[in-house]
């Protein structure tokens, strides 16, 4: 059975060498807007959390916002790390299937009925391990990253398997979010292939 949520990135062959010194700069009002979004999301989390521990369902108005939400971050994330060159639209459909029409695909199917309300009520200390796991591979992330700006700044290529450690990333974390984000209560694959 695959996971309720997955993500694709489309990666062109070449990306022009100076993105990686402006990306980040290119992206400050997405930035600010990202960290208000943030809390929003976790304030959401919270009335989530009593919706679903009391009723058993997941309000979708609430599931929209958060596939929005973590639709929205890792479309930041792509092109933070440089591995598109389409700016990211400011947009906000709160519609849990994928809008479409930028190179980074996420779709989330989300679980509103039929909730599992202990694993629900428990989530934060379930949560832990897939943590542990997203932040170690995170980490290794981080450094590949690193190399890859340098990598497209003298040569205008990601190499093939950094960039599909990278992307791969994106899932692990997608994941790892929907079910934190109490989008589901299938548990992550400790897996970037999942």
């Known amino acids: 059975m695959a996971y309720p949520a997955s993500v694709t990135v489309e990666t062109p062959e070449r990306i022009a060498n100076w993105r990686p010194l402006v990306h980040w ?9 990202f960290e208000i979004l943030q809390h929003i999301a976790w304030l959401l989390n919270v009335f989530g959390w009593i919706a679903i521990v009391f009723t ?3 309000p979708k108005g609430l599931a929209d916002f958060q596939s929005m939400y973590l639709r929205y971050s890792i479309r ?3 092109y933070f790390d440089f591995l598109h060159e389409r700016y990211p639209p400011f947009e906000f459909d709160m519609s849990a299937p994928e809008p479409g029409g930028t ?3 996420v779709d989330i199917e989300p679980q509103l009925a ?6 629900v009520l428990f ?7 897939a943590l542990v796991f997203t932040a170690i591979t995170g980490l ?18 990601w190499p093939d398997g ?3 450690w990278v992307v791969s990333w994106f899932g692990v974390n997608l994941r790892m979010n929907a079910y934190l984000h109490l989008l589901t209560d299938q548990y992550p694959p400790f897996s970037l292939d999942a």
């Open 56 to 58: 058993g369902k997941l």
């Open 140 to 157: 290794i992330t981080a450094v590949l990253v690193v190399l890859g700006f340098f990598a497209v700044l003298f040569t205008g290529r």
């Open 114 to 119: 039929d909730r599992n309300r202990l694993t």
């Open 76 to 78: 930041l994330y792509a």
């Open 162 to 164: 950094m960039r599909g």
């Open 123 to 129: 989530r934060l200390i379930l949560v832990i391990p």
């Open 103 to 105: 190179p980074v695909a």
């Open 25 to 33: 700069l290119l992206l400050i009002p997405h930035l600010i807007l």
